[in-house]
């Protein structure tokens, strides 16, 4: 009982519990809302090139603009900034919902509302989990907070898909998307009423120079290099099976609709068990968590590849599901543990934005493997490439733990701040106190 209590202390911690339920209810909406548009597109132009037009603004272009945006508002006190973006995030919706409901039908601006959106959603991911790294992180519990952040958005991304199908089938695409301007809505009222965010204390500067700033401190620091640049090229990988999964299913084993939800099920309820398991395994070195999960992952993949019956294919998944699960987690906590708390929200924004941007890459990656082969080939690529990514790890974690900053190093609790040195020509960029209010 007592671990169990300790493995859901975050949630004690002020205002932990509300960046949690926004960012779970961020994620839902997010989902929620992609269905929702990727279907009024395809009902509304019947061809499959405004469809793919509506997912590269809605989620490849956004990782390209959310680092400078992050940049931007990282300076305004999270008590008007979080808010201010979930409200333009509800108009947005709203706007697009009178769309749906209206005879005609304008694509460029769905187009030009899903590329706002998310961005704007990428950008309140970044500065969340700043706010949370710099609430957690002097308590020690920031790998218990990023473990249940994991599950929230596990469940709200699976959760988001059903829902939208649900709302879409028993009444509209308009009312999903009213549902989602609503949900947004109120995510922005529980911050909006939410004491204790992280106070940003800053001269102001151009945003532009903060962006840069934030680029030059990812490309100086090794191991945030290393990290960032492992994990776009593992979330190529990771993704480039994405859109051949439904060809696997029905012709590589040879199963129905059902089977083929049931696959994708499998691998989602993998991601949540992970999640948990994180937090039994949490206190192993964040290096040997990242490494081993990948090659779950990787070894999945190549399971896929070779699997004939959905129920192998099924067990692989919940193995390669459980991966997922604690790598990412992993990553993210080895990021802002290496980070001072003055970049936190650039330098996992730019996460977040790799996170979205990289399977535009995997997807037309496994459209080719498909065009030249099969299915499985796609698998078997992919599942070759992360055991790659792995062995190289393995070679260079000596290197890689040179370069990971000792406990003692990473934060100093009684001064409120990261106590990372900065590298030559980056001055410090604004100071986040945890517990106070920032009005």
């Known amino acids: 009982m007592r671990s169990v209590r300790g493995r859901l202390a975050p949630l004690a911690v002020r205002p932990f519990s509300r960046l949690l339920s926004s960012y779970t209810l961020n994620e839902l ?94 950008t309140a991911r970044g500065l969340t989990r700043g706010a949370v790294a710099t609430v957690l992180q002097p308590r020690g519990l920031l790998k218990e907070g990023n473990a249940l952040m994991n599950i929230g958005f596990a469940l709200s991304s699976v959760g988001g898909a059903a ?15 009213w549902v989602d ?16 965010l992280p106070a940003v204390h800053l001269d102001r500067e151009p945003f532009r120079e903060r962006f840069s700033a934030g680029l030059r401190f990812a490309r100086t620091q090794p191991l945030i290099r290393l990290l960032l640049a492992g994990e776009a090229a593992a979330l190529i990988l990771f993704t480039l099976v994405i859109p051949i999964e439904v060809i696997y299913a029905k012709e590589s084993l040879g199963t129905s609709d ?19 398991v994180y937090l039994l395994v949490k206190h ?12 779950m992952i990787g070894a999945a993949y190549l399971g896929l590849a070779t699997a004939e019956t959905l129920l192998v294919a099924c067990l692989v998944s919940i193995v390669g599901g459980a991966g997922n699960g604690v790598q990412w987690i992993a990553v993210m906590t080895a990021l802002q543990e290496a ?11 730019l996460l977040e934005s790799v996170a ?22 796609a698998y078997a690529f992919a599942g070759a490439g992360v055991m790659v990514l792995v062995l190289l790890a393995v070679l260079g974690r000596s290197r890689l733990e040179r370069a990971y900053p000792a406990p003692a190093r990473r934060y100093a609790p009684e001064a409120g ?14 100071t986040f106190e945890a517990g106070r209010d920032a009005r």
């Open 29 to 122: 909406g997010d989902s929620v809302g992609i269905v929702a548009l990727a279907v009024l597109v395809y009902d509304r132009t019947e061809a499959v090139a405004p469809t793919a037009a509506f997912f590269v603004t809605a989620k490849f272009l956004p990782a390209l603009i959310a680092p400078a945006l992050t940049a931007r508002f990282d300076q305004v006190a999270l008590r008007r900034s979080l808010p201010g973006l979930y409200v333009v995030e509800a108009l947005a919706f709203a706007a697009l919902a009178l769309v749906a409901g209206a005879d005609g039908f304008i694509l460029p601006l769905v187009l030009a509302l899903g590329l706002l959106d998310g961005a704007l959603a990428i």
């Open 163 to 177: 829902l939208a199908g649900l709302l879409i089938a028993q009444f509209s695409v308009a009312t999903a998307l």
């Open 181 to 196: 301007a609503a949900s947004f809505a109120a995510i922005a009222v529980l911050l909006a009423c939410t004491r204790g």
């Open 258 to 276: 059902a089977g083929f939800g049931i696959l994708l099920a499998s691998w989602g309820a993998g991601i949540v068990v992970g999640s948990l």
């Open 284 to 295: 192993r070195a964040t290096l040997t968590l990242i490494i081993v999960s990948t090659a």
């Open 339 to 349: 980070t001072p708390a003055d970049y936190q929200a650039r330098i996992v924004g």
């Open 356 to 377: 979205a941007a990289m399977p535009g890459v995997g997807y037309l990656l496994g459209g080719l493997l498909v065009a030249i082969g099969s299915p499985r080939t």
């Open 417 to 430: 701040t990261n106590d990372l040195p900065l590298p030559d020509g980056l001055a410090p960029a604004p």
